[in-house]
Nanobody, 124 residues
Framework: QVQLVESGGGLVQDGGSLRLSCAAS????????MGWYRQVPGKERELVAR???????TYADSVKGRFTISRDNAWNTVYLQMNSLKPEDTAVYYC??????????????????WGRGTQVTVSS
């Protein structure tokens, strides 16, 4: 299994920057993708940025050119550098990892692991 712990959220002014970190542990060698999602009350969780072990990196259109996802070589830590923040970036940000896991009924090859989230608030 995989455990994820986010840090780095907080309050920042419009145009400011924050860097989120996600500390990952467990069976990281089985993980096939990691990334960041965000959610605001009343809306579905949405992808912010993710990368796959195959080398593909994906960004939401709304953050392209402003946010950068990175990781260390061992996939122990994933970062999200957020620049030029806007009030609409305000959300709870969640770290995600995809890999084999137990879904309550059986082992499945692609199970979503989530951290508890970290609040990012951008004031106007």
């Amino acid at each position: 299994q995989v455990q994820l712990v986010e840090s780095g959220g907080g309050l920042v002014q419009d145009g400011g920057s924050l860097r989120l970190s996600c500390a990952a542990s467990g069976r990281l060698f089985t993980v096939i993708a990691m990334g960041w999602y965000r959610q605001v009350p009343g809306k579905e969780r949405e992808l912010v940025a993710r990368f796959t072990r195959g080398g593909t990196t994906t960004y939401a259109d709304s953050v392209k050119g402003r946010f950068t996802i990175s990781r260390d070589n061992a996939w122990n830590t994933v970062y999200l550098q957020m620049n030029s923040l806007k009030p609409e970036d305000t959300a709870v940000y969640y770290c995600n990892a995809v890999g084999p896991g137990y879904n309550g009924k059986q082992e499945v090859p692609t199970y979503d692991y989530w951290g508890r989230g970290t609040q990012v608030t951008v004031s106007s």
